[in-house]
T-cell receptor, first 111, second 112 residues
Framework: LAKTTQPISMDSYEGQEVNITCSHN???????ITWYQQFPSQGPRFIIQ???TKVTNEVASLFIPADRKSSTLSLPRVSLSDTAVYYC????????????FGSGTRLLVRP | DTAVSQTPKYLVTQMGNDKSIKCEQN?????MYWYKQDSKKFLKIMFS???????INETVPNRFSPKSPDKAHLNLHINSLELGDSAVYFC???????????FGAGTRLSVL
């Protein structure tokens, strides 16, 4: 089974940039890397998706190195409302069509 | 309008009972999923359906059975409920297999 690894938790302060990294050694060749945000008592919400290099949207950036064995979600100038759990989702080459979520990173943004 | 809706939001039941959780999406998506989130917040995929065809079936007990009457619905039936089935179950949908997903608000199942 592919193992996806994320830091368990991170602390930050309002206005800072936060970078969360996900390791995914067995990512499938054709699979995308997707990041989700989850607030308590809610379902995960899509943040950003990419295949390689860099992707940017209105809320985040995603950096993916050439070997694609990891990815970094970058949140610019976080606010208190960014306190949540962040998950990465990638494919798994060990089993076709097997989707593996990371264990999630709990981000706490302090005033 | 809610894109992916699940009912009920809370479900409390006794061991051995049979229960169902309903899921509907109004996004016109082709693929729907069921996930289980345990008390440690790990999200694990259980099933996905693409155009009424099962395309992922993880190693879940056969007491769990997904049923899709049409492309907009994927219901989850659970027979002979066990204590270990207590968790939050999320339904999700995506335009295509492996496209980013829209999640429902979850159903918190408590088996007593």
């Amino acid at each position: 089974l592919a193992k996806t690894t994320q830091p368990i938790s991170m602390d930050s302060y309002e206005g800072q940039e936060v970078n969360i990294t996900c390791s995914h050694n067995n990512i499938a060749t054709n699979d995308y890397i997707t990041w989700y945000q989850q607030f308590p008592s809610q379902g995960p919400r899509f943040i950003i998706q990419g295949y390689k290099t860099k992707v940017t949207n209105e809320v985040a950036s995603l950096f993916i190195p050439a070997d694609r064995k990891s990815s970094t979600l970058s949140l610019p100038r976080v606010s208190l409302s960014d306190t949540a759990v962040y998950y990465c989702l990638v494919g798994d080459t060990d089993s076709s069509y097997k989707l593996i979520f990371g264990s999630g990173t709990r981000l706490l943004v302090r005033p | 309008d809610t894109a992916v809706s699940q009912t009920p939001k809370y479900l409390v039941t006794q061991m051995g009972n049979d229960k169902s959780i309903k899921c509907e999406q109004n996004l016109g998506h082709d693929t729907m999923y069921w996930y289980k989130q345990d008390s440690k917040k790990f999200l694990k995929i259980m099933f996905s359906y693409n155009n009424k065809e099962l395309i992922i079936n993880e190693t879940v007990p056969n007491r769990f059975s997904p049923k899709s009457p049409d492309k907009a619905h994927l219901n989850l039936h659970i027979n002979s409920l066990e204590l270990g089935d207590s968790a939050v179950y999320f339904c999700a949908s995506s335009h295509m297999d492996r496209d980013f997903q829209y999640f429902g608000a979850g159903t918190r199942l408590s088996v007593l």
